[in-house]
């Protein structure tokens, strides 16, 4: 049976390309078109970025390339120069340039921040386009802020922060490698005063940043799962126990959860139950434009608390 990917043609007529700058094109994860629910489809100014969580035929695999790379000749050239396509299953992942040519140094662009991709050599590439509102909060509730990066990856949240005017960003994760993609991040904004990178498996080192609280805002933004290091489900609460000691009268908070499996009223009551009581809900961010979804509960769920008055 032949696969139609008409609504994959209609969602790159309906994407603002001429704004250059990171987004989804087609979000298939979000089930809204069942037939295509393992493919993505991200534009990472100058290429498209092609993902499938599922196996694809050969055969097919060329028609659907072949079909995008024709479209964006015939209606971008100027914009769209390279295309890759990512096999993703499970842990494991395999990229190919499939059409064109990437830069050397490949950075993109959002609201007016640039950050560095990869979309060759990892699984990640550096960005995550579904948290574009959470970095938008940051930006906007950062100013003369002390700022708490927890899981940091590639400090994309502490360059919108500091892009906010926040005075300091302390960004924590365990991985070296993420780190020194940050500091490059950084450097890239002119933004590299007030900041600081701290190579730490959070769950050890809550003494560390206890020693620096409190904090006017603290963002929390695990991995769903990290082989040796974190598994959602089993570790979030213990970040969560401790949070209340890092807290000043007026801390806000950005409490992150991209789990399928964890649904949003769970996870606002794994939160009440291991926070004791320390900080109230305020609001869901609504979801990062073009990630429709059919079940919300199956999102991204991002969260933003306060300090409880």
């Known amino acids: ?178 780190l020194k993609v940050g500091k490059q991040n950084h450097q890239l904004n002119n933004v590299d005063r007030g900041v600081s990178f701290l190579p730490h498996d959070i769950l050890k080192s809550f003494g560390k940043l206890k020693k620096a609280a409190p904090f006017d805002l603290i963002i929390v933004d695990p991995p769903s799962f990290q082989k040796g290091s974190f598994i959602l489900t089993k570790d979030y609460q213990k970040v969560l126990r401790r949070l209340p000691e890092l807290l000043n009268d007026t801390t806000q908070l950005l409490l992150c959860a991209n789990s399928p499996e964890l649904t949003e009223n769970d996870f606002k009551a794994l939160i009440e139950e291991h926070t004791q009581g320390s900080i109230e809900f305020v609001k869901r961010l609504e979801p990062t434009d073009r990630f429709i979804e059919i079940d919300s509960d199956k999102s991204l769920k991002a969260l933003v608390y306060k300090t409880k008055t």
């Open 1 to 178: 049976m032949t696969t139609d990917f008409t609504p994959l043609i209609n969602a790159l007529a309906d994407t603002p390309f001429s704004d250059n700058e990171l987004c989804r094109v087609f979000h298939g994860r979000g089930h809204s078109v069942e037939a295509l629910s393992h493919i993505n489809l991200d534009f990472y100014p100058p290429s498209l970025f092609l993902v499938s969580y599922s196996e694809i035929d050969e055969a097919t695999l060329t028609t659907l390339t072949d079909t995008l790379w024709q479209w964006a000749q015939k209606h971008h050239p100027e914009l769209i120069t390279a295309l890759v396509y990512q096999q993703r299953a499970g842990l494991q992942s395999h990229n190919t340039l499939v059409h064109g040519q990437l830069p050397v140094r490949h950075s993109v662009a959002e609201n007016g921040v640039s950050f560095l991709v990869d979309l060759m050599s990892k699984q990640n590439t550096g960005i995550f386009p579904d948290m574009r509102k959470g970095r938008e909060f940051v930006m906007q509730n950062s100013k003369h802020a002390k700022v708490l990066n927890l899981f940091s990856y590639t400090c994309g949240f502490s360059v919108a922060a500091m892009h906010g005017g926040a005075d300091h960003v302390m960004n924590m994760d365990m991985s070296k490698g993420v």
